[in-house]
Structures are given as C-alpha cells and as structure tokens.
C-alpha cells in the first residue's frame, strides 16, 4: 500500500485536472490518519475485550457488553469502505474497485445499519426492563435481531442486483465511485428514516419511564452523536460531491464516523466500564443500592 507520489498518482491527478476536479493526491497526512485510527480501533477493543472478560460485573452486565461490541465490530467495516471509497489508500485490489460492496455493505449494512440496530435493541431491552418488567429472553432477541437485519440486508440485496449505473459505479480514470444522484437521494432518505425511527422508539420507549441507573442518558448520548455524524455526512455529499478529491474532508468524514461509534460504545458502557476498573466494590455497593431502593419504590 503505497502512499508516495507515484507516477500514476501524477496520471490520475493529471485526468482529474482535464475533468474540472482539482485532486488532493494520496499521501502522507492519508496514512498519517489512517494509522491512528487503526491504532484507536485496535485499542477499543482492548477494552471490549476487559468489557467482555469483566461482563459478571453487575453493572457491566446490565449494560449488555455483548450487544454493545456490536459497535466496534461495524466500526471495522465502516472503517474499510470509507478509507477505500473516499480515496484515502489506492484500490490496488479488485474488490477495493467495487463500489458496491464498499459503499452498500461494508460502509451502509455493516457500518451505519449494525451501529442503529445495537442501539435499538439496548433501546427495547430497557423498555422491557424498566416498562413491562420482563425478561428480554433470548427468543425475543433473536426476533427482533432477525427484523432489523432483515430490515438492513433486503435494501442492500435489492441495490445489489441493480446495474450500477443506477446506484454506484468505479471510474478507473480517477479511481474514484460516484454515485448516481436518484441513488444518493434515496440512500439519504433512507438513512434519516433510520435516525427518525431511532429517535421515535427513543422518546416513545422512555417517556415517562425510569431508569434506575439513567441508562437512557448514554443512549440519548450516543444518538446525538451520530446524528451529528450523519449530518455532517449529508452536507458534505449535497454540497461537494466530489468530497474523496479534498483531503481535508475526506479525512473528516472518515474521522466522523469512527469518532461517532468510538463515544456512542463510551457513552453506554463507559460509566461501567471505568467503575469497573477504579471503583470496583464500591460502585457495585451502590448500584446494588440503586436497584434494590427502586425495586422498594415499585412495590
């Protein structure tokens, strides 16, 4: 993976030029970014790690570390396509030329979509726990697992088997995939109408409800803040299209999105995560104080 001005980096700046695109060639600041980022991914799942072998810990158990590894787990994915697709490392493979998979599966289904699921079902567990008083067992989880990836993986099939001309397509002179503006304005609408949902089961899971431990702060949190990133997505692509040919945006938007899953995993386990490890005993004394003081005012 190289990262120098070659001599077919030259040639592809050179292609752009005649097209009307000023290009910021692949360089240095790219690999700078993508290095630390890969180093920030590799140490979040250090913690996920500790997350995963501490999850007996009540508090870290009740916020559901392995559904929230989740998280980081898409964030891989995420990462792949949007270093590929926004011309932050040179597509030498094969694969790295096909849009489809870069921008529909690894960067939609496999990025954004698995990051609103995790949190909707951590949504539909605290209703269940704090407003129906039930067990969310696994039969129910696997239900509503199965729908909401039904509900990300249909689209994407359907988008598959379109021409790409319809959707997204490679232009080897640029190396770059644009996109079909009918596709980015349905893909966009789509991609709101996931936030609307998450921001409707939100507010109509937790209105009037109590959470013990405030749960519904870090979930609110972690909304917000890929709410943020999704805008910040949107006006990119609707006000510079050819966004991957600026180095400075396409360096933010990748930075965005990893920064978005990086505090929305912090935002719902964090709390537990850092008692976990400094307050051991006495946070569980005072969570256990918490759920049985809650448990006396229901009854």
């Known amino acids: 993976m190289s990262f120098a001005f070659t001599e077919h980096e030259k040639q592809r700046v050179a292609l752009a030029s005649l097209l009307g695109i000023y290009l910021d060639p692949i360089g240095y ?63 030498n ?71 790409t001309s319809k959707t997204v397509t490679f232009v080897a002179t640029i190396d770059a995939c644009i996109i079909n503006p009918q596709f980015k304005t349905a893909a966009t609408l789509l991609t709101w109408l996931m936030f609307a949902f998450l921001l409707a089961a939100f507010c109509m899971l937790f209105m009037g409800t109590k959470c013990v431990h405030n749960e519904h702060v870090g979930i609110a949190a972690a909304w917000l803040i890929l709410g943020l990133a999704a805008g910040f997505n949107t006006y990119v692509m609707y006000v510079k299209p050819m966004y991957p040919a600026s180095l400075v945006l396409r360096l933010c938007l990748v930075s965005a999105n990893q920064g978005s899953v990086l505090v929305a995993w912090w935002a719902v386990m964090g709390r537990a995560v850092y008692n976990c490890r400094f307050r051991y005993h006495v946070y569980l004394v005072e969570w256990r104080l918490a759920s049985k003081a809650a448990q006396t005012t229901r009854f």
Do not use: E
Not at 60 to 76: D, F, G, R, T
Not at 111 to 139: D, E, N
């Open 29 to 91: 600041t790219d690999m700078a970014v993508t290095i630390v980022w890969a180093v920030l991914i590799f140490v979040q799942f250090l913690v996920v790690a500790y997350s995963l072998h501490h999850r007996r810990y009540r508090p870290i158990h009740n916020a559901q570390p392995m559904l929230m590894a989740m998280l980081p787990v898409a964030s891989i994915a995420w990462f792949i396509g949007d270093i590929v697709a926004n011309d932050i490392v040179h597509p």
């Open 93 to 163: 493979q094969r694969w790295m030329r096909n849009c489809i998979v870069l921008v529909v599966w690894l960067r939609t289904t496999c990025g954004q979509s698995l990051v609103i699921s995790a949190l909707l079902m951590r949504c539909i567990f605290l209703w269940f726990k704090y407003r129906l008083h039930r067990r969310f067992t696994p039969l129910i989880s696997t239900v509503f697992a199965a729908l909401l990836m039904a509900a990300a993986t249909v689209p994407s099939i359907i988008i598959t088997i379109l021409p």
